[in-house]
């Protein structure tokens, strides 16, 4: 197991691994609650997503620590669930079934994209400075999410936003968490993020912030309702309406992993000569989960910038995305213990990983304006759009100007146009 993971290669060794995958596995078990509670305002059974949700985390997740090596979880994607949803089924009348088809027809091309090696190709021709601030820029939305979550920061009519009521209950409960956690990590605890997490699960339970489980084990609900659907419709995806959504579905999840592999890359180490060492078999996997989850009947998945969180406390392998796809194998059986994440729980360690992603930026070349402008582009609106994708494509426009601007467009591949004016093209349609 050493020698197919590449222990001693890459530092590591089992018990980090380990201690890493279940880091990262409570940094992101949320989803097994939240995706059904999205998904299913759309029509679809809250039980059978549940199921679905934990089926796709736990092929995704081993497919790309066997086939890659990288320590990262795959799962249904948060911002593309809620754009299922909201946007497709809800907002443009589109029955479920078919949306879901969409989402099969997309995660189909990806992996054909995938298997001829456009993906990674794309990923590779990215310029460095640009990788360093699409890391850097999740950390900033990463560590955004983790300040939403814990109620540090709210919504406001006039502001935008604005400090929340660090008072209340939840939100000291965070606090709590975030100062315990900065304090062990700052004493040189490894484990410091994952201990911080159980620590403040305790600490919930105990002044009733957050709920006792009323049973350790739960029935596994059936799939059923949702499971092999995508193939009963597929006569009805030739719409201009259910292109336009396949087409959406790319975009977003393309960008969305490729950010999240490059900032997992870039902080454990593994990025070489400013390429993904296999990317490829990383992005087959990423896509080939989509399909599988397609067929079990939840949205687009996604490798998940949570991840961060695993390689903060030493994660450097794919065995740390084996761990990763058993713990939600577990969860499928114990999912009344699930209640006990709640996102003031996993906040801190989300605003800890931000604030170690985000060091990336110093890696920026600051001395050229042609990059300062689309790298700051890049790392400032993914978390005021809330949107990875968002970030790296108005990066990806503004770059090719400023590079022809100083005149030197030779020095830009001949992909960064074509990327450019394709986003131009999207946000102009969009």
Same mark, same amino acid.
């Given at each position: 197991m050493r020698q197919f993971f590449e222990f001693n290669k890459r530092e590591t060794n089992f018990k980090k691994e380990t201690l890493a995958g279940i880091?990262?596995?409570?940094?992101?078990?949320? #989803? /097994?609650?939240? !995706?059904?509670? #999205?998904?299913?305002?759309?029509?679809?059974?809250?039980?059978?997503?549940?199921?679905?949700?934990?089926?796709?985390? #736990?092929? @995704?997740?081993l497919l790309i620590g066997l086939l890659a090596n990288f320590p990262v979880g795959i799962a249904p994607s948060m911002g593309l669930n809620s754009f299922f949803t909201f946007s497709v089924v809800i907002g443009m009348g589109i029955e479920w079934q078919v949306a879901l088809t969409g989402v099969f027809i997309a995660?189909?091309? $990806? +992996?054909?994209?995938?298997?001829?090696?456009?993906?990674?190709? #794309?990923? !590779?021709?990215?310029?460095k400075d640009l990788k360093h601030a699409i890391a850097g820029g999740i950390g900033?939305?990463?560590a955004f999410i983790g300040l939403k979550n814990a109620g540090f920061v709210v919504a406001n009519e006039e502001t935008f936003v604005s400090i929340g009521a660090l008072t209340s209950p939840g939100t000291? /409960?965070?606090? $709590?968490?975030?100062?315990?956690t900065l304090m062990m990590l700052v004493r040189?605890?490894?484990? @410091?993020i994952f201990?911080?997490?159980v620590v403040t699960s305790i600490l919930g339970m105990f002044l @009733?912030? +957050?709920? +006792?489980? &009323?049973?350790?084990?739960?029935?596994?609900?059936?799939?059923?309702?949702?499971?092999?659907? +995508?193939?009963?419709?597929?006569?009805?995806?030739?719409?201009?309406?259910?292109?336009?959504?396949?087409?959406?579905?790319?975009?977003?999840? $393309?960008?969305?992993?490729? &950010?999240?592999?490059?900032?997992v890359a870039s902080q454990a180490g593994i990025m070489k000569n400013n390429e993904i060492p296999n990317a490829g078999r990383a992005l087959l996997a990423d896509s080939t989960s989509g399909v599988v989850g397609a067929i079990f009947g939840t949205s687009t998945t996604a490798s998940f910038v949570e991840s961060s969180a695993g390689v903060a406390v030493g994660g450097r392998t794919g065995f740390t995305s084996v761990v990763i796809s058993i713990c939600f194998f577990i969860a499928l059986f114990f999912s009344p213990i699930l209640g006990v994440i709640t996102p003031e729980v996993t906040a801190p360690a989300l605003i800890i990983v931000g604030a170690l992603m985000a060091t990336e930026v110093k890696e920026i070349d600051w001395s050229r304006f042609e990059i300062v402008v689309p790298a700051f582009v890049t790392v400032i609106m993914m978390p005021l759009? $809330?949107?990875v994708a968002t970030g790296i494509a108005l990066g990806f426009i503004l770059y090719p100007f400023a590079m022809i601007a100083k005149k030197d467009w030779k020095q830009v591949h001949p992909i960064m146009y074509t990327l450019g004016g394709l986003f131009i093209m999207y946000f102009v349609f969009l």
């Open positions: 880091t990262t596995f409570l940094s992101m078990a949320y #989803i /097994l609650v939240v !995706n059904p509670i #999205i998904l299913s305002e759309s029509g679809m059974d809250k039980g059978a997503l549940f199921t679905a949700t934990a089926l796709s985390a #736990i092929v @995704g997740s995660s189909v091309i $990806f +992996v054909i994209l995938s298997l001829f090696k456009i993906r990674e190709k #794309i990923i !590779n021709v990215i310029p900033f939305f990463i000291a /409960l965070a606090a $709590f968490g975030f100062v315990i040189g605890i490894r484990g @410091g201990y911080g997490i @009733g912030l +957050v709920d +006792v489980p &009323g049973s350790i084990v739960g029935e596994v609900p059936s799939l059923a309702p949702t499971f092999g659907v +995508v193939f009963q419709n597929l006569g009805d995806i030739f719409t201009p309406e259910i292109l336009a959504v396949i087409f959406t579905f790319l975009f977003v999840a $393309f960008f969305d992993t490729a &950010g999240a592999l490059i900032a759009t $809330f949107s």
